[in-house]
């Protein structure tokens, strides 16, 4: 059965801690992409990778950092120097162009 | 940064009528693609348009793609209260593979 899957579902994080967002695919697919969607906006570029340990800065880059260690695993770690971090986080994949294929999402809550 | 706007925002139609919804872009592309996004979920991909495509057809949906206008229209026809969701459109810049998502149209269809 293929597809992405993002956890936790829901993330609740403390002032000045560091959380990680875990997206894992198996569709065998190039690239990866993180965004970050606020209520009733649309989606915004965190960072994205088209191959193996290589990503680059989307739009909104700043308070999160990434690895990609293995095709099928892009992390994404929301740091203490995002300072509004409350948002919806969504990871999608696909061959470097064309339709992307998005995993469920995770809310981050900060308390 | 979004190129995308779309219009309306939201539209409030009855089971059975047709949903027009539409998007401008500033920039020039690849492809123009929709999403559909229910509540608190993952983005689905809908059809993909590529620049030199006029018009496309799937299902009830139909798009069009105007790039002298930098815009482009989702038709849904008949349509159904499961189809009640935010609508997206995303533009794939000739310039990167990133996709540009705009802010989203909230479709609510009355049964």
């Known amino acids: 059965d293929g597809g992405i899957t993002q956890s936790p579902k829901y993330l609740f994080r403390k002032e000045g801690q560091n959380v990680t967002l875990s997206c894992e695919q198996n569709l065998n697919h190039d690239a990866m992409y993180w965004y970050r969607q606020d209520p009733g906006q649309g989606l915004r570029l965190i960072y994205y990778s088209q191959i193996v340990n290589d990503f680059q800065k989307g739009d909104i880059a700043e308070g999160y950092s990434v690895s990609r260690e293995k095709k099928e695993s892009f992390p994404l770690t929301v740091t203490s120097a995002q300072k509004n971090p409350t948002a919806f986080y969504l990871c999608?994949?696909?061959?470097?162009?064309?339709?992307?294929?998005f995993g469920p999402g995770t809310r981050l809550t900060v308390l | 940064s979004q190129q995308g706007e779309e219009d309306p925002q939201a539209l409030s139609i009855q089971e059975g009528e047709n949903a027009t919804m539409n998007c401008s872009y500033k920039t020039s592309i690849n492809n123009l693609q929709w999403y559909r996004q229910n509540s608190g979920r993952g983005l689905v991909h809908l059809i993909l348009?590529?620049?030199?495509?006029r018009e496309k057809h799937s299902g009830r949906l139909r798009v069009t793609l105007d790039t002298s206008k930098k815009s482009s229209s989702l038709l849904i026809t008949a349509s159904r209260a499961a189809d009640t969701a935010s609508y997206f459109c995303a533009t794939e810049e000739d310039s990167s593979y990133k996709l540009i998502f705009g802010s989203g149209t909230r479709l609510l269809v009355r049964p």
């Open positions: 999608a994949s696909n061959q470097r162009v064309g339709e992307q294929f």
């Open positions: 348009i590529r620049s030199n495509e």
